[in-house]
């Protein structure tokens, strides 16, 4: 239900995500897309998994960057 929904979203700690949850918030924005417009109404913690989106995509950049730094550097 949206309100289960809301309550797993809502306990997202962004600061705690690693690259190895993903595929978890993917799976999030997944179901919150599988939502009717009346249930996306009801998700009131949405904040928060365009939050942990943004996370996982500064992690994701991170990474890359990281990546062509060590190959330069080998």
Known sequence: TAEKFNDTIGAI???DLKLANKPTIEGYRAQYEAF???QKA????????LAAEA??????ILKADTDSILYFIR
Do not use: G, Q, S
């Open 13 to 15: 700690v962004i600061e």
């Open 36 to 38: 009717t417009d009346d």
């Open 42 to 49: 009801l998700v009131t913690n949405y904040d928060n998994l």
């Open 55 to 60: 996370e996982i995509l500064r992690l994701v």
